[in-house]
């Protein structure tokens, strides 16, 4: 799949450092996740340099702290890495393949709802206000050549105002915060938005190998202790533990502890 050059015009709107940042990390976020051969880093693309108008782009919608549509456009090494995936006997579609990249992306840009993927044309997605990120393989000084297709694009298109370093809370005589302007405003057009909420026993990594020779009856070693709490995950981001419970023959569970935000956000 070969790049396309647009006019000179076509620029990302965001310019700020801080944005770029911020940007820069939801791309390296996304990258680490990107089905492919190798690992994959992340490089803003050369001016006017976008992925062919007519692809396939994966998107996600993000409503949060930072409201954005982030794509991933899959190139043939990505494409090829999950066909592989395929023929190994664990079939999966393209969408399903990259979602865990775009949500990594996603909560790098901060707290949100992210809304379910699709598949949308490039043209759709990629305009004059979007950054566009190239995903390469090393060595690093390929990824910034225009004639290189590279495995993947990554794409973040801002809704409504640039990113800002959040302000501060201004402290009352009181010491007691007073909300910002707007504050609880912005929050209330999020209280209907579904979000799915998981708990979580445990975690097990294991090689390709061991997960494609599973079969009924196999006994999978978890992180953790039998008694220990159960994670409570929304969007994959901690936010309380709890102790599975028994409700009408159902399960469920008993929140024991609400995670502080700093230790809910190193998950």
Partial sequence: MSPVKNSPSQKSAVQSADSLALL??????????????SPLSATPAPPGVVPPPDATAVVVSVVGAVSAE???VAADAVVEAVE????????????????????????????????????????????ADTQVFQLHAAPAEDAASPEGT????????????????PEPEQPTAQGVPTPRRGQGASITVLYDVEMTLTAELGRTRLPLRQVLDLAPGAVLELDRTAGSPADVMVNGRLIARGE??????????????IVAGSEGQGQ
């Avoid at 590279?150 to 370093?165: D, I, Y």
């Avoid at 409700?247 to 502890?257: F, H, I, K, Q």
């Fill in 24 to 37: 820069q990390a939801a791309a390296d976020a996304a990258a680490a996740l990107v089905p492919a051969t």
């Fill in 244 to 257: 599975i419970v028994v409700v009408d023959e159902d399960y469920g569970l008993r929140v024991t502890e």
């Fill in 150 to 165: 590279g495995a993947a694009w990554f794409t973040v298109r801002l809704r409504g105002q640039q990113v800002k370093t």
């Fill in 84 to 127: 592989a995936g395929a023929a190994a006997g664990a079939p999966i579609a393209l969408t399903d393949a990259l979602t865990p990249a775009l949500s990594a992306a996603a909560d790098a840009l901060g707290p949100g709802a992210v809304e379910p993927a699709r598949t949308e044309q490039v043209a759709d997605v990629v305009g």
């Fill in 70 to 72: 982030l794509a991933l």
